[in-house]
């Protein structure tokens, strides 16, 4: 019998057990020196400080990010509040005009406005009006709506036309709705009653700073006026806007923000000026009253010159009647006789004569005396 140790096919299976046990443990040595060197990396000083870093920061992110997140989420929610405290403004004030006549809701929400009583709200508003300033000066927004509006149009009318030849139906009718969109009647009445009341508005504030209901806004006004006047001459009309709408939106914060100063100057001013009246109005009462007496004066001056050339007038006059009056006697009548009297005519005008001397020449006294004309 033969040896089975000796057999080839015995050799071969010892020879491939040897080698995969060869193979394992050099494969468990490798996989060894691997977690070995990962272990030596990872517990390396470097590594840990780097992981603690990276722990720190990613911590601190999260940590921080609540915060910001809890303070963007309250200045939207306060923001929100405000703009809802501006619109529940629009009520109309209890106090009226100088006439009697009611205020519009707008002043209650324009002072509101521009009290900065919302800060946040008046914020938004003065920095959109800005933005809306310059998109108008530099920014072709009326080329850019007629651009988006021929666009949409010719796809429109390209999507109908190709869907009729393709698919035999277009494609924009079959996105019509089936009942077109209106503007409720009620929607549209409460429009037009805050336009009215918009436009109300500034008619009745116009009408107080022309008539002077208060004195301060009518300088205010002029002063406005004159500045603009000067200004429009070298100034664009969108620089003219956006200096009012920041004198409108600023002028106010800055008031408020030293109301105490401003109050005490414009006082203090008030005084001066109102000194400064009494002193012209004395003034002038005084020159007034010296003006009138010697007025009166000088009108006393020329009735006693005047009663004195009457009274020479009639001492001169007065030898004169006093003698006539002697020669005739008081009462009598005076004496006349005929020759102070022409020749009275005793017969009928000549025919033909055409002239008065004519008739003197044919009369009886035939040119011996003066004619009586």
Not at 273 to 278: E, K, P
Not at 283 to 312: C, E, F, N, P, V
């Amino acid at each position: 019998m033969s040896n089975p140790d000796g057999s080839p096919a015995m050799q071969n299976a010892r020879d491939t057990a040897y080698n995969g046990l060869f193979f394992d443990s050099h494969r468990q040595t490798a996989a060894d020196q691997h977690c070995l060197a990962m272990n030596t990396v990872q517990n390396h000083p470097t590594t840990q400080n780097v992981k603690n870093t990276i722990s720190n920061g990613q911590g601190r992110s999260l940590h921080q990010a609540g915060p910001v997140a809890d303070g963007v989420r309250n200045q939207s929610a306060m923001t929100s509040s405000e703009f809802r405290n501006l619109a529940d403004s629009r009520t109309a004030p209890n106090r009226n005009t100088a006439t009697g006549q009611p205020l519009t809701h707008y002043h209650s929400f324009f002072y509101n406005l521009l009290s900065w009583e919302n800060p946040r709200a008046t914020s938004i508003s003065f920095l959109s009006t800005i933005l809306f300033i310059f998109a108008a000066r530099y920014l072709p927004a009326l080329r850019w709506t007629f651009k988006v509006l021929y666009l949409v149009l010719g796809c429109t009318a390209a999507a109908e036309l190709g869907g009729r030849m393709v698919l035999s139906q277009g494609l924009a009718s079959s996105f019509r709705p089936k009942k077109y969109y209106t503007i409720p009647r009620e929607a549209l009445e409460s429009s037009l009653e805050d336009v009215e009341q918009l436009i109300n508005f500034f008619v009745i504030e116009f009408q107080r700073v022309l008539f002077a209901e208060k004195p301060t806004h009518t300088v205010a006004a002029f002063v406005s006026s004159l500045l603009s006047y000067w200004l429009i001459k070298f100034t664009p009309l969108w620089g003219l806007s956006l200096i009012t709408i920041s004198l409108v939106y600023l002028g106010p914060l800055v008031y408020m923000s030293n109301k105490e100063f401003i109050d005490n100057h414009l006082e203090n001013a008030t005084n001066v000026v109102n000194s400064q009246a009494t002193q012209v109005k004395d003034l002038a009462g005084h020159h007034t009253s010296r003006a009138t007496s010697a007025m009166k004066t000088y009108a006393g001056d020329y009735s006693s010159k005047a009663q004195s050339y009457i009274g020479s007038a009639r001492g001169s006059s007065s030898p004169t009647a006093a003698k006539s009056g002697a020669t005739a006697g008081p009462g009598s009548a005076p004496a006349y006789s005929s020759s102070d009297f022409p020749h009275a005519p005793k017969q009928e005008p000549t025919a033909g004569a055409t002239s008065h001397q004519e008739q003197y020449e044919n009369s009886q006294f035939g040119g011996k005396a003066e004619p009586a004309y």
